[in-house]
């Protein structure tokens, strides 16, 4: 799966790393939903580290198309609440 981190770039996850991720995904919904900024701030920090140490830097001439979009580390809150869909960030 690629997986692209806005403004940095994408990365090789395999299926069982992404779902690993969900914990992550969860504690940065869950920090959303409570409005809790410095919660928010450090999960979204945990779950990006997680997947630059889980992943393999994608070819950057690939052309290849995102599996999955993560936001920038710089996100406001507000700017990924609108990312969320039912599932979090990361579907599963």
Do not use: C, W
């Amino acid at each position: 799966m690629i997986v692209r981190i806005l403004g940095e770039g994408q990365y090789d996850l395999s299926d069982d790393a992404v779902s690993s991720l969900n914990d992550l995904d969860a504690t940065v919904e869950s920090a959303i939903e409570a409005g809790d900024e410095a919660g928010f701030r450090a999960a979204l920090r945990q779950l990006l580290d997680g997947v630059r140490t889980a992943g393999a830097p994608h070819e950057a001439e690939s052309l290849a198309p995102s599996d999955l979009i993560l936001p920038m580390a710089d996100a406001t809150l507000a700017e990924v609440k609108d990312m969320l869909s039912g599932d979090g960030l990361i579907p599963g």
